[in-house]
């Protein structure tokens, strides 16, 4: 059931929205087909409010969506959902009118409209709001691949056709949109969460969510390209379960290292780490020259649903590279002695090998580690499982942190094979 909150949450929404529509009578003689089309567009302000909620990084958002990770996967369906409930509404619209709608300039709307159009009319407020909101998604399709931060950046520019979609609802509506009914309140409460949300993580978000500083206390590579950094808290621990990430931004460096999501590497109260591979352009910065011991990390979070013990007493762990670093917290905080736990980590080379000294030397009865220099060994694959795992009678929960690649090609063999598999987990780290 919490694989699938998110959804049921989305549903939900959307079944109360038509059904306190339902009860809720216009204001005066409108056709059929508009009314409906109102709907719609109901429906498109319920999905926007939706997003916006899901770009705050609450941590309501980890619990109603089982993780932040999958919460920006509804972000981008539901972001394509509501493009197309407001071009539905654009299209019905035409033939729910029972009057054609001019331009008003300098002019208020027509009365029993709760508020007036200073400029434009509400119709082409609405108009305007549909062709920047298509233009901009197509635009973000496009621009992807752009590094994160830029496109961060970017993205924040949405926050224009959704508050002429808003201004739009509130001028055009065929229904009292602030009388005391169910579906006014309803609409009233959805809307305000969706722009606070959007104020909150286009405006203040950078400068309210960091809360928690943590001064540097040591820094060493753990492998080539990968660093590790500890630090230790000033303000604000971060209260943390293993397996969680937090957003990281360098406090007293401006524009050193913007905020980013990484897995927390250990688990202690008294010092947090991060094992951050070297994989793009800010990551490198940091490793090359321009961090050092004593300087202020600023974190958010935590955030992140991959908790082992949510599954099977019987797991698989499966770490590829920098993938490892969920699974060193995991073991920190002491598994269960009712779990038994096989390790298994692939890495390219001895010299990518992340803590590999560290892991050889665990002695505990319930976790067995099976370390893979793929340069010898080549891939991993379920001829690996096979090996080292003899009992295929016990059901097994699998976690999973490494390259997409390797994660479906395991995913298709473990289907294929005699292993019992009740889950694979894992996170998707894509907050696009």
Known sequence: MKKYSGLIFVLISFLLTCMWWFFQKPTGTTLSLRQYSELISSLALIAFAIINFISTRNRCVDFIFAGLDTAYIYHKYVSILGIVLIWLHNFTLK???GRPEAFVFMAFEPKGRPFG???FSAKQLGTLSLYLFTALVILFLILYKMEYEKWKLFHTIIIIPYALGVVHYYLSSSYSVFALTTFSLWMNLFNLIGVI????????????AFRHKYKITNLREVAIDTLEITAAAIHNKLNYKP???????????????????FTISNYS???????????GDHTKILKDNNLKTGDILSL???????????????????????????????????????????????Y?????????????????????????????????????????????????????CGPKPMRKK???????????????????????
């Open 95 to 97: 033939g729910g009118y």
């Open 117 to 119: 159009g200073m400029f």
């Open 197 to 208: 949300s959007a104020i909150y993580s286009i405006f203040l978000y950078e400068f309210i």
């Open 243 to 261: 397996g969680q990430f937090a957003f990281l931004k360098v406090l007293n460096k401006s524009g050193l290292f913007p905020s980013h999501p």
């Open 269 to 279: 109260s008294n010092e947090i780490q991060f094992s951050i591979k070297v994989l």
């Open 300 to 346: 958010a979070g935590p955030n992140g649903r991959f908790d082992y013990k949510s599954g099977k007493k019987h797991q698989i762990w499966i770490a590829g590279g920098i993938g490892i670093t969920p699974f060193r917290s995991f073991i920190q905080s002491q598994i269960p002695s009712d779990y038994t736990v096989d390790l298994f980590y692939a």
């Open 348 to 400: 390219n080379n001895k010299s990518e090998g992340a803590y590999t000294d560290e892991f050889e030397a665990i002695n505990q009865a319930n976790l067995k580690v099976h370390l893979f220099n793929s340069s010898k060994t080549g891939f991993l694959g379920i001829k690996d499982f096979d090996k080292y795992i003899t009992n295929k009678n016990e059901e097994y929960t699998i976690y999973f």
């Open 410 to 432: 395991l995913k298709k063999e473990f289907k294929k094979s005699n292993f019992k598999i009740k889950g694979f987990n894992y996170e998707h780290f894509q907050f696009k």
